[in-house]
């Protein structure tokens, strides 16, 4: 699954490269990458417990938010994305959690305090937040309703 969103950022970030059949494709399918993203969000939390650095669910997760915020930099799924229902709530309260999270234990979450000495941790949930702030960013832009919301 973590190959496959991989493939489908790669694709999604090469904007030059898609015909509006691929981009309507892309559009049809934000909906369940979305509904996979509110489901899935927490096993990220489960890494600031966890030894295992190698959760799927969590990998996974970390894949959909990354092109969630590839597709919400895209005009055309963007308004598609900032009307799904409750996709901007869980953004928020997913940051919330993962800011709580790296109060009370390592956080695993920003680069800033992965780095040990001169040695930097490649924690596969590193920047997190900030994709998750990106992806709040791109849900409010030029939607005053996901304005208020937030």
Known sequence: RVTFLELM???ISDKNSLTSEEMNVFVRHAD???GCFQEKCGAVLKLTVAADAE????LV???LLDVLCEMTSNSS???HL???PGLLETAVDTLRLTHLAGKQAVNIFTATHAVTGQEEISHPAVGFKSHL???IGNL?????ENQDKV
């Open 32 to 34: 369940f990458l979305a």
């Open 55 to 58: 959760d799927e669910e969590a």
């Open 61 to 63: 997760t970390i894949r």
């Open 9 to 11: 950022m790669a694709k």
């Open 82 to 84: 900032q009307a799904f």
């Open 77 to 79: 799924q963007l308004e």
């Open 140 to 144: 409010c832009y030029k939607n005053k």
């Open 133 to 135: 702030i990106r992806l």
